[in-house]
């Protein structure tokens, strides 16, 4: 099974970037459901961005849309999320997750669409 590895958290004041970067155990190519996910203290995970319909397609939650960009590097096995105009409610523990290989997922915002999960990297956003 793959195994997801998250890094680039930090704590950054409002306004500030971030690039969120997620090493995977083998070639991503495959994994046609790629996304990431977020949970702030005393609230539910949530959905932030993934890709689907074949790998190709971008979702964002309305929250973060216009501010954050998805994207993956097959070549360097590698899911990135770059971070713009951070604010304090973007603070959370950020998780990479994969989808089964070769498993096609229908939005890339929902939890059940994915069987491989990362152990987060944390961002902090102070105002």
């Known amino acids: 099974q793959v195994q997801l590895v998250e890094s680039g958290g930090g704590s950054v004041q409002a306004g500030g970037s971030l690039t969120l970067s997620c090493a995977a155990s083998?070639?991503?190519?495959?994994?046609?459901?790629m996304g990431w996910f977020r949970q702030a203290p005393g609230k539910e995970r949530e959905a932030v961005a993934g890709?689907?319909?074949?790998?190709?397609?971008?979702n964002y939650a309305g929250s973060v849309k216009g501010r954050f960009t998805l994207s993956r590097d097959n070549a360097k096995n590698t899911l990135y999320l770059q971070m713009n105009s951070l604010k304090p409610e973007d603070t959370g523990l950020y998780y990479c997750?994969?989808?089964?290989?070769?498993?096609?997922?229908?939005?890339?915002?929902?939890?059940?669409?994915?069987?491989?999960w990362g152990q987060g990297t944390q961002v902090t956003v102070s105002s």
């Open positions: 997750a994969a989808g089964g290989r070769g498993v096609y997922c229908s939005t890339g915002l929902r939890a059940y669409e994915y069987t491989y």
């Open positions: 890709i689907y319909a074949g790998g190709s397609t971008t």
């Open positions: 083998e070639y991503i190519a495959s994994y046609y459901c």
